[in-house]
């Protein structure tokens, strides 16, 4: 069955750095777009960061542009999110998704375009 475990969340502190990971199985990961949404408490989910099939394409919410950084693996299957200079504001439940990718077409910031998802990963920031 199809799986995406995210795992590297914890406790920092402001100014940090953590690497999120999420493992994928069930499905041809490398022919999936995969992106990172986080979801803070009381608040809706949030795009963070997405990668194309190939990994050739990315884009980023403003908030984290510079700050955030994913990368694939798709020999191992893998999707990374590399987040550095931590704010409070960054504290939330990290999920990492898959969409189908599609030929020409960069990868997507919508939720509603990710078929499967995780069970997310606790990040919380210190100040």
């Known amino acids: 069955q199809v799986q995406l475990v995210e795992s590297g969340g914890g406790l920092v502190q402001a100014g940090g750095s953590l690497r999120l990971s999420c493992a994928a199985s069930g499905f041809t990961f490398s022919r999936f777009s995969v992106g990172w949404f986080r979801q803070a408490p009381g608040r809706v989910r949030e795009f963070v960061a997405a990668s194309s099939w190939s990994g050739g394409s990315t884009a980023y919410a403003d908030s984290v542009k510079g700050r955030f950084t994913i990368s694939r693996d798709n020999a191992k299957n893998t999707v990374y999110l590399q987040i550095n200079s931590l704010k409070p504001e960054d504290t939330a439940v990290y999920y990492c998704?898959?969409?189908?990718?599609?030929?020409?077409?960069?990868?997507?910031?919508?939720?509603?375009?990710?078929?499967?998802w995780g069970q997310g990963t606790q990040v919380t920031v210190s100040s």
């Open positions: 998704a898959a969409a189908p990718g599609r030929p020409g077409v960069g990868p997507s910031y919508r939720a509603n375009e990710y078929d499967y």
